[in-house]
T-cell receptor, first 113, second 110 residues
Framework: NAGVTQTPKFRILKIGQSMTLQCAQD?????MYWYRQDPGMGLKLIYY???????DKGEVPNGYNVSRSTTEDFPLRLELAAPSQTSVYFC????????????FGPGTRLTVT | EDQVTQSPEALRLQEGESSSLNCSYT??????LFWYRQDPGKGPEFLFT???AGEEKEKERLKATLTKKESFLHITAPKPEDSATYLC???????????FGKGTTLSVSS
């Protein structure tokens, strides 16, 4: 199993540009998550999904959108990128409702200038 | 409000110098406490789950313990390769997500 994979690893965006961060898992996990991690601030939850077709907001959803059309994929869309979205983004997955441990991808480092 | 607090923020040890990291939490109905290790430039790696007070888990030089209000990660005779940021987390009340502490960055020098 590849586990949780993320692409790209690095990206530089100009202010106002848009992009999609890709996340995929091959563990047949129902739950998937997007976090951002800023220095000294810990992991902040952006969006999560409990299954295909179901998504919900986390702590910091503004400026982002998600979709979940399949169990495997959970892309994160940034519209009109702003410098405040400079961060490291992690995707994670979890097997199901009674299993709380999450497994993380390697991250995407995004810089908006 | 559900909350996780880790201390210290940073810890510097000499190789072989044992110590402990603390994770205190406030959440109703604990459904588990999770420890992760994060190396620079990488995603968090799952280490342990603890479910009830008194439970202990071990992995190499690491031992995690749990009380009703906090968890400790004991590091015995650490080596430089144990240098990393250690995160703890608990499920929120709804069980939909994990609440993470800000982490303890451990540096072990030889």
């Amino acid at each position: 199993n590849a586990g949780v994979t993320q692409t790209p690893k690095f990206r530089i965006l100009k202010i106002g540009q848009s992009m999609t961060l890709q996340c995929a898992q091959d563990m047949n996990h129902n739950y998937m998550y997007w976090y951002r991690q800023d220095p000294g601030m810990g992991l902040k939850l952006i969006y999560y999904s409990v299954g295909a077709g179901i998504t919900d907001k986390g702590e910091v959803p503004n400026g982002y959108n998600v979709s979940r059309s399949t169990t495997e994929d959970f892309p994160l869309r940034l519209e009109l990128a702003a410098p405040s979205q400079t961060s490291v983004y992690f995707c994670a997955s979890r097997r199901g409702a009674t299993s709380y441990e999450q497994y993380f991808g390697p991250g995407t480092r995004l810089t908006v200038t | 409000e559900d909350q996780v607090t880790q201390s210290p923020e940073a810890l510097r040890l000499q190789e072989g110098e044992s110590s402990s990291l603390n994770c205190s939490y406030t959440v109703s109905g604990l459904r588990g406490l999770f420890w992760y290790r994060q190396d620079p430039g990488k995603g968090p790696e799952f280490l342990f789950t603890l479910y009830s007070a008194g439970e202990e888990k071990e992995k190499e030089r690491l031992k995690a313990t749990l009380t009703k209000k906090e968890s400790f990660l004991h590091i015995t005779a650490p080596k430089p390769e144990d240098s990393a940021t250690y995160l703890c987390a608990v499920p929120n009340q709804a069980g939909t997500a994990l609440i993470f502490g800000k982490g303890t960055t451990l540096s072990v020098s030889s």
